[in-house]
């Protein structure tokens, strides 16, 4: 891991912030609590789910909720995500209403949090299903993927690290752990966060996004929490794929989209492991002038370059990629779209 570049901000309280807070959703959002190995996990499921399945898994300091709820609204403009059903994983005790997990709870490894989305799958009975994955929730996945390459039609992975912990990123961690068990959320760790979010360069990020993960890591609920998965993800292991396979390691057999913000911190990373990836079967996105968090600041990028991926495996071939975005961008300027069916076939 590259050298790090922290910025310290004031850690002010927002009074008028609460936790407790729901987002909106439609009618057809369910919440379950899968039984696995490590207890209970809470699982919301948004869609419907005779069409095709997709499973997310979040980054540190995120629940499901957090990370992937305004991507995923900002796609159901186009009716993107009418054709999926989205089955969110949250970490264990990472979601905003978990309860604090005992202090003898064995926390999953980062092999353990992949043996979670195996029984979380099986749980459903889902025969394949597209994995999307962002930072810790993309290591998940690339393991996953290695174990399981037949339930998986394709990656979609954002800020992906396979290396082990670095001496730099270890030491920061460590740190944060130290304060979240002693003192709960305090400006050093929110510093962080921001970082590993955001990347290097917060003067060039949207100052309204800042604002609202800056409150949102500051009353994150649970911080001991946070920190058994912090603890997972420094001690995790490298992961040893290879373009070719064979001795110089496996192979990751399964189509894969590698999205990544041009402000990132991880940038080099996800070079890496696309260097390890075969190019027959995987596409490297920069989206530029975007911070680290490209989910929530290029949605627009994001959706356009996830459409053009699953056409060029053949799903949803009649889409008319194009017309749809020039739609979401007038939707996006103001103006007022009655039919953005006229872009879409319904072929699910």
Known sequence: MAGIELETYPFAKDDHYSTNCEPTHGADL???????????????????????????????????????????????????????????????GQEMDASPLPENYQYPSMEGLAKIVETVADHFKLKSFFGFGVGLGANVFVRYALLNPNKLDALILVNCVHTKCGWIEWGYEKMNMRHLRAYGMTSFVADYLMWHHFGRRLDECTS?????????????????????????????????????????????????????????????????????????????????????????????????????????????????????????????????????????????
């Not at 948004?46 to 305004?70: C, P, V, W």
């Not at 403009?77 to 054709?83: G, H, Q, R, S, V």
């Not at 409150?215 to 992961?239: C, D, G, K, W």
């Not at 990629?321 to 007038?330: A, D, F, I, R």
Request: glycine letters at 6%; aromatic letters at 10%; proline letters at 5%.
């Open 30 to 92: 369910t919440e379950e609590r899968v039984g696995t190995a490590f207890g209970n996990v809470k699982v919301s499921i948004y869609g419907d789910r005779a069409k095709k399945a997709m499973i997310t898994f979040h980054d540190l300091g995120l629940d499901s909720e957090s990370n992937f709820q305004n991507f995923f609204q900002f796609a159901s403009i186009a009716e993107f995500t009418d054709k999926f059903c989205v089955y969110n994983i949250n970490a264990p």
């Open 208 to 348: 309204d996004i800042l604002r609202q993960y800056r409150v949102y890591f500051q009353h994150l609920p649970n911080p001991t929490n946070l920190a058994m998965l912090i603890e997972s993800y420094i001690n995790r292991t490298p992961i040893n794929i290879s373009r070719e396979g064979g001795a110089a390691g496996p192979q990751i057999k399964v189509p894969t989209l590698q999205i990544v913000g041009a402000g990132s911190a991880f940038i080099n990373e996800t070079v890496e492991v696309n260097a390890r990836l075969d190019p027959a079967k995987s596409d490297w996105v920069k989206i530029s002038d975007s911070c680290g968090l490209v989910l929530d600041d290029r949605p627009e990028a994001v959706t356009e370059a996830l459409m053009l991926f699953l056409q060029g495996l053949g799903y949803f071939p009649t889409m008319n990629v194009p017309k749809l975005m020039k739609q979401l961008h007038e939707t996006q300027s103001g103006s007022f779209i009655t039919n953005t069916e006229q872009a879409l076939v319904d072929e699910c």
